[in-house]
DNA sequence: ATGCCTCAGCTCCTGAGA
């Protein structure tokens, strides 16, 4: 079993490069961030034509989120549920026997910020949301855009970037926390590559000189941890014309019973 | 230079991203 998530910063323009890459990596699971559309604009029959089923949870312009799948997507559900939110920021539903939330976490802008305030809010109901649903689904995992680098090992350059956004202690925190549930970082179970990272600017050459940042993530429960067999990083669509500024993250798990 | 790209939209600029 393959899963992966992708922030694709618009699915209106990158809906060419994920047919395509489902084409060369067809996985059983797609999460998708940054739709950026509406739920009426989503492209259903493009997906069902590549033998894709799809739960989305969108909105105009901003944020939205997708479970694409091969196999049937039940106990859908949008958003966290007790905590009230315009932004259309998580998908979760139950495929292939794993729980699989979606999730893109927000950006923050700026420690102190009121959007740094409403990041804290929504990190606190997150660990809430997914500890009851790790109670009822012992394989699941939570992947997506976290907007957050573990430690500095995941910055490409810490020095300059201590304190910043998606470096600070107060999120760092917070990743620890959803860790301290019994989550687990794929990538890290399998020694990657220093400088292992998912974004990367668009300005100033920064893929081109691998100033990134790791803040795409595939976090797994300890029973799915034990049947994980790889977790990469594909930079291939992040060389393309008219890239996301994100690249994939792809895990490969032995099948669950 | 709180900019440098890229995207959406109340589109010839601004807000947001990270």
Known sequence: ????????????????????????HPVDVLALQELKLSDDKFPVQAFADVGYQAQWHGQKTYNGVALLSRSAATEVVKNIPGFAD????????SIAGVRVIGAYFPNGQAPGSD??????????????????EMAAHPHLVLLGDYNITFDDADVWDPVGLVGSIHC????????QRLLD?????????FAPAEKSFTWWDYREFAFRRNRGLRIDHILISKALAARARACVIDK???????????????LTLDAVP
Request: charged residues 25%.
């Open 1 to 24: 079993m393959q899963l992966a998530t992708w922030n694709i910063n618009s699915l209106t323009v990158r809906l060419p490069q994920v047919l395509d890459w489902l084409g060369a």
């Open 168 to 175: 600070t202690d107060e999120e760092r925190a917070q990743l």
């Open 236 to 250: 291939t669509p992040r060389k393309n014309e008219r890239p996301s500024d994100h690249a994939p993250v792809l």
């Open 115 to 132: 959007k740094f305030a409403y990041k804290m809010r929504w990190l606190d109901a997150l660990h809430d949301w997914v500890r009851s």
């Open 181 to 189: 549930l019994g989550l687990h970082d794929a990538l890290r179970l």
């Open 86 to 93: 315009e932004q259309a920021r998580v998908l979760s539903a």
